[in-house]
């Protein structure tokens, strides 16, 4: 069983930074994508970024300029900094990993993003 583990998150006022860091043990197979969701208060969870083993990534639009993901292979775990935060970037940020064609989830970190 693939264990998922997030941590970093936090309160932080508006223009400020954190990062997030995800690790991933426990499974027989190679790590594929990782990356992260997000989900606010009342709403559904939407994807923000990922990025594959060979380092390419990808975000969505709202976080793009503000977001970098990074990974390192050896120690399957994944970074998500996260500068110039607003309120809007206020959520549970969730990691996850897909391995032999499963994706697994962290318990999630709480981000916000306040004043």
């Known amino acids: 069983q693939v264990q998922v583990v997030e941590s970093g998150g936090g309160l932080v006022q508006p223009g400020g930074s954190l990062s997030l860091s995800c690790a991933a043990s426990?499974?027989?197979?190679?790590?594929?994508?990782m990356g992260w969701y997000r989900q606010a208060p009342g709403k559904e969870r939407d994807w923000v970024a990922f990025?594959?083993?060979?380092?390419?990534?990808n975000y969505v639009d709202s976080v793009k300029g503000r977001f970098t993901i990074s990974r390192d292979n050896a120690k399957n775990t994944v970074a998500l900094q996260m500068n110039n935060l607003n309120p809007e970037d206020t959520a549970v940020y969730y990691c996850?990993?897909?391995?032999?064609?499963?994706?697994?989830w962290g318990q999630g970190t709480q981000v916000t993003v306040s004043s």
């Open positions: 426990g499974s027989r197979f190679s790590i594929n994508v």
């Open positions: 990025i594959t083993p060979g380092g390419v990534t």
């Open positions: 996850y990993v897909h391995a032999n064609g499963i994706r697994y």
